[in-house]
């Protein structure tokens, strides 16, 4: 695994990466869109990295106004399927709602594991159960033989080690120019958010990606 200080540092060698050691990957999907021809990658398997100094200032610029949004749809109690975030990325967003809903949303899976993994912690600091599972939330509800769009992220754990609650970030697959930087903000997010109810400071962040990839289009992009 490899180890950064900061996100500044882990942007510029993640790209790196990319260019020296990911493969080429051709899937049939992208979310729920089909494509005969399929889609070009070039993707890294496996690829995990920890960062010692985790600031929400470092991670680059991107969706600002999505991001904070969709942040507070994500941890808000009522039950949101559209919600209103979306709307910030209407363009990249709309093809995937069908009937006036999306086949999931965060806030429909995160939102109440947020208190019932504050009160493990409050109940047991240095508990190893601390997590909130994402990809399946026991309802079923995740078809994939009909394609629907299923999420990205497994799930979030929480520890708190050596005088500050770390996060583990634990993802099946992220684009590197679309979706990453998004993804890698609402989860350090995420941590800050639970540290003020625990009265303790935020401290790792560690990430283990299934795939992280970047799409043939947007190469000239990163390389």
């Known amino acids: 695994m ?18 020296e050691m990911g493969i080429r990957v051709k899937t049939k999907s992208v979310q729920d869109i089909q494509s005969e021809e399929g889609f070009n990658t070039f993707e890294l398997q496996n690829y995990q990295y920890l960062v010692t100094d985790p600031k929400l200032e470092d991670i680059p610029v991107k969706d600002v106004e999505w991001r904070e949004a969709e942040f507070l749809e994500r ?42 993994v504050v009160n493990e912690l409050k109940r047991d600091l240095n508990t190893r159960r ?62 800050r958010h639970i540290c003020p109810a625990l009265v303790v400071f935020p401290g790792t962040f560690s990430h283990w990606l299934g795939s992280l990839h970047v799409f043939k289009k947007d190469v000239e992009n990163v390389f």
């Open 2 to 19: 490899r180890i950064y200080r900061n996100f500044k540092e882990t942007f510029n060698e993640i790209a790196r990466d990319l260019k």
């Open 75 to 116: 941890i808000s109690p009522k039950y949101l399927n559209p919600g209103k975030a979306w709307e910030l990325r209407k363009e990249y967003w709309l093809p995937f709602l069908h009937h006036g809903v999306f086949s999931y949303t965060y806030n429909e899976t995160m939102a109440w594991w947020i208190e019932l």
């Open 130 to 191: 601390a997590f909130i599972p994402i990809f399946s939330d026991g309802r079923d509800s995740y078809n994939l033989e009909e394609n629907q769009r299923v999420p990205c992220s497994i799930g979030y754990f929480f520890y708190f080690r050596q005088g500050t609650l770390n996060i583990t970030y634990l993802q099946r697959s992220s684009d590197f120019i679309t979706h990453f930087s998004n993804d890698v903000w609402l989860a350090v997010k995420l941590l």
